[in-house]
Nanobody, 126 residues
Framework: VQLQASGGGLVQPGGSLTLTCAAS????????FAWFRQAPGKEREGVLCISDGHHTTYYLDSVKDRFTISRDNARRRIYLHLHSLKPEDTAVYYC????????????????????WGQGTQVTVSS
């Protein structure tokens, strides 16, 4: 199982980025995927999740009007679309999946027992 996150970078406040999570080594279509982030000195927090049926669950209220998640089953990729970025969005962003469920779990149900990518850094600064 491999989850490869990419697309991070330095962006000015108000800018946009699209993060990509490329998955391999398992049957992609059956499972939910989530994006988490971890800012320096803070705990990892859930951002968004998408189920096998493309249902979206927001874990973080502060991103509801700015971030969206999508999946491309044919390409085995999960996308996190970031808009109107703020300095407080600066963090390492991780994608994750739990190959035991097809739904989006509650954020506290995600654990180190799930499959995680290596993270991609997003820095929002002028």
């Amino acid at each position: 199982v491999q989850l490869q996150a990419s697309g991070g970078g330095l962006v000015q406040p108000g800018g946009s980025l699209t993060l990509t999570c490329a998955a391999s080594g398992f049957t992609f279509n059956y499972y939910a995927f989530a994006w988490f982030r971890q800012a320096p000195g803070k705990e990892r927090e859930g951002v968004l999740c998408i189920s096998d049926g493309h249902h979206t669950t927001y874990y973080l209220d502060s991103v509801k009007d700015r971030f969206t998640i999508s999946r491309d089953n044919a390409r085995r990729r999960i996308y996190l679309h970031l808009h109107s970025l703020k300095p407080e969005d600066t963090a390492v962003y991780y994608c994750a999946t739990d190959r035991n469920v097809d739904r989006c779990k509650a954020t506290h149900e995600w654990s180190t027992n799930d499959d995680w990518g290596q993270g991609t850094q997003v820095t929002v600064s002028s």
